[in-house]
Every structure is written in structure tokens, then in C-alpha cells.
């Protein structure tokens, strides 16, 4: 064997190779990746309501401060100046400083 035909032989092999390799992937489901997109934007919009609501809830607590010169003992004591129907089960409160956050 001479070595051009030795040079072929390893660059048919690497080829082949990759080929191999290359064919292992597995094939693309159209719709269980429309249904994974579908399932993404639905939490992103739940992500952002919450973020919004959590504007809402410090608001809260802030009106409730101004009008009773104290921060709330709990974010249920705060839903009257909330405006709307808010999960508050959602959010970590500290009534010493007022302030409150999405809980992780």
C-alpha cells in the first residue's frame, strides 16, 4: 500500500466517521417543539403578570403606609388597597421595612 492510497483510506474513514456521528442525532419533532414554544410563551406570560402584580402589591403598600403611618403585618392586611384580586402567595413580604419581592 502505498502512501496516497494510505492518505485516502484515513480521509475516507474520518468521513465516514463523521458521518456516523452525524446520524445520530435525533430527528426534529415539529409538533412536540410547537407545543415546547406554545409551553414557554404561556410561563413567560406568567412571569410577566407576576411582575406586574408585584408593582401592584408594593403600591399597595405603600397607600397603606401613607394612610396608616405603619407598614402592614402582612400582605393580606394590604389587600383593600391592592385594586384587584392578586396572589399574594406569590410574593415574600418583610413587614419592618416594607418591602417585598417574587418569591424564587
Known amino acids: 500500500m502505498n502512501m496516497n492510497t494510505y492518505k485516502i483510506a484515513v480521509v475516507l474513514f474520518l468521513l465516514f466517521t463523521l458521518?456516523?456521528?452525524?446520524?445520530?442525532?435525533?430527528?426534529?419533532?415539529?409538533?412536540?417543539?410547537?407545543?415546547?414554544a406554545l409551553i414557554d410563551s404561556y410561563k413567560k406570560g406568567q412571569k410577566a403578570g407576576e411582575t406586574a402584580n408585584l408593582d401592584a402589591v408594593k403600591?399597595?403598600?405603600?397607600?397603606?403606609?401613607?394612610?396608616?403611618?405603619?407598614?402592614?403585618?402582612?400582605?393580606?392586611?394590604?389587600?383593600?388597597?391592592?385594586?384587584?384580586?392578586?396572589d399574594i402567595s406569590?410574593?415574600?413580604?418583610?413587614?419592618s421595612t416594607g418591602r417585598v419581592s417574587l418569591k424564587k
Open 59 to 86: 403600591r399597595a403598600i405603600q397607600s397603606y403606609y401613607a394612610t396608616n403611618g405603619k407598614y402592614p403585618e402582612s400582605l393580606e392586611a394590604a389587600e383593600e388597597f391592592m385594586g384587584a384580586k392578586i
Open 90 to 95: 406569590k410574593y415574600e413580604y418583610d413587614p
Open 19 to 36: 458521518f456516523i456521528i452525524a446520524c445520530d442525532e435525533k430527528p426534529k419533532n415539529p409538533v412536540s417543539e410547537y407545543g415546547d
